[in-house]
């Protein structure tokens, strides 16, 4: 079993930029699909953004040409870059792992998940 951890979250301006990390361990990267979603307070967890170990990306279209993610296989680390962000951005960032190199935007597809990171945004 994968052990998620992620860190990076914070307060910022309408505008601002984060990055989010998440360090796993217990497993390598290979062979695995790694991916962020959010929840936002009375919300549904959504999909954010995905990677496959061959680096193959998929983006939720809220996020698309603002958000970056990426990883570092050699570190066990996934990150996701956060930029011209938006106070409909505020949610619990949590960091997810599933076994395989198909990415899917369903959060029932992924077996192993951090704590979560909040991101708050000000308007």
């Known amino acids: 079993q994968v052990q998620l951890v992620e860190s990076g979250g914070g307060l910022v301006q309408a505008g601002g930029s984060l990055r989010l990390s998440c360090a796993a361990s217990g497993r390598s990267f290979r062979s695995s699909v790694m991916g962020w979603f959010r929840q936002a307070p009375g919300k549904e967890r959504e999909f954010v953004a995905a990677i496959s170990w061959i680096g193959s990306t998929q983006y939720a279209e809220s996020v698309k040409g603002r958000f970056t993610i990426s990883s570092d296989n050699a570190r066990n680390t996934l990150y996701l870059r956060m930029n011209s962000l938006k106070p409909e951005d505020t949610a619990v960032y949590y960091c997810?792992?599933?076994?395989?190199?198909?990415?899917?935007?369903?959060?029932?597809?992924?077996?192993?998940w951090g704590q979560g990171t909040q991101v708050t945004v000000s308007s």
């Open positions: 997810a792992a599933r076994n395989g190199a198909i990415i899917t935007t369903e959060s029932r597809d992924f077996g192993s």
